[in-house]
């Protein structure tokens, strides 16, 4: 089992930063793929970035340059660092893990979730 818990949403402006923390507990986080998703309102969660256990990671073609992921297997926490933020990106932001080592961008793939947190960006 693992246990997931986001933080470092909030309100921003175009053009703004925000970083999210995702805190994991549990056994074996260093061997899980972590995910970041996002749900808007009346749209389905969608994929935002990986990073797997190598360190190798993934972006969705929208956020690839703007955001970067990373994870601290010692502290058993991965971040969203996100840059140039634009109104588009606003959405509940979701981290997840996989016990898998290759790239999945399927939110069915994941067998865990945190519970959201909310960024908002206005202009």
């Known amino acids: 089992q693992v246990q997931l818990v986001e933080s470092g949403g909030g309100n921003v402006q175009t053009g703004g930063s925000l970083r999210l923390s995702c805190v994991a507990s549990g056994r074996a986080f260093e061997t899980y793929a972590m995910g970041w998703f996002r749900q808007s309102p009346g749209k389905e969660r969608s994929f935002v970035s990986t990073?797997?256990?190598?360190?190798?990671?993934l972006y969705a073609a929208s956020v690839k340059g703007r955001f970067t992921i990373s994870r601290e297997n010692a502290k058993n926490t991965f971040y969203l660092q996100m840059n140039n933020l634009k109104p588009e990106d606003t959405a509940i932001y979701y981290c997840?893990?996989?016990?898998?080592?290759?790239?999945?961008?399927?939110?069915?793939?994941?067998?865990?979730w945190g519970q959201g947190t909310q960024v908002t960006v206005s202009t």
């Open positions: 990073i797997l256990q190598s360190g190798a990671t």
């Open positions: 997840a893990a996989a016990p898998d080592r290759y790239f999945r961008q399927d939110p069915n793939d994941y067998a865990y």
